[in-house]
C-alpha cells in the first residue's frame, strides 16, 4: 500500500527557515515523479517544487526559486524540502505527492495536482511574526 508521510512544519518568523520531509513507503520512489504542493486558505492546491526520477533535476513555482530546494535521498525513500527566508505569504497546509496514474507518464514532473494519484496528510507551515 502506497503511504507518503509529511513532516517537519510548524511556526516560524518571517525570514526563518524549515525543512519538510516526504517519507514514502510500499513503493520504491525511484520509480516516480514526487511533488510538494500547498494551499492556503480560500486559495486552490498550488504546485510548488517537484523533483523527477530520471535526471534529479528540480523545479519550482517562481515565487519560491532561490528560496527552496527540493532534494531526494533514494537510501532513505524520502523527498525533502528546505525553505528558507520564509515569508508570510508561504503560509499553507504543504503535501507531497506521487505520480502513480496508472497510464500516465510517472517519472516526469508536473505542477497539476490532478497528475498526482496519492497525497499525504500535509503539514502545517505557518509565516508570522
Known amino acids: 500500500q502506497v503511504q507518503l508521510v509529511e513532516s517537519g512544519g510548524g511556526l516560524v518568523q518571517p525570514g526563518g527557515s524549515l525543512r519538510l520531509s516526504c517519507a514514502a513507503s510500499g513503493f520504491s520512489m525511484d520509480n516516480y515523479a514526487i511533488g510538494w504542493f500547498r494551499q492556503a486558505p480560500g486559495k486552490e492546491r498550488e504546485g510548488v517544487s517537484c523533483?523527477?526520477?530520471?535526471?534529479?533535476?528540480?523545479y519550482y513555482k517562481d515565487s519560491v526559486k532561490g528560496r527552496f530546494t527540493i532534494s531526494r535521498d533514494n537510501a532513505k525513500n524520502t523527498v525533502y524540502l528546505q525553505m528558507n527566508s520564509l515569508k508570510p505569504e508561504d503560509t499553507a497546509i504543504y503535501y507531497c505527492?506521487?505520480?502513480?496514474?496508472?497510464?500516465?507518464?510517472?517519472?516526469?514532473?508536473?505542477?497539476?495536482?490532478?497528475?498526482?494519484?496519492?497525497w499525504g496528510q500535509g503539514t502545517q507551515v505557518t509565516v508570522s511574526s
Open positions: 505527492g506521487i505520480r502513480n496514474k496508472k497510464g500516465f507518464v510517472q517519472r516526469l514532473c508536473s505542477f497539476a495536482s490532478a497528475d498526482f494519484g496519492s
Open positions: 523533483i523527477n526520477s530520471i535526471d534529479s533535476i528540480p
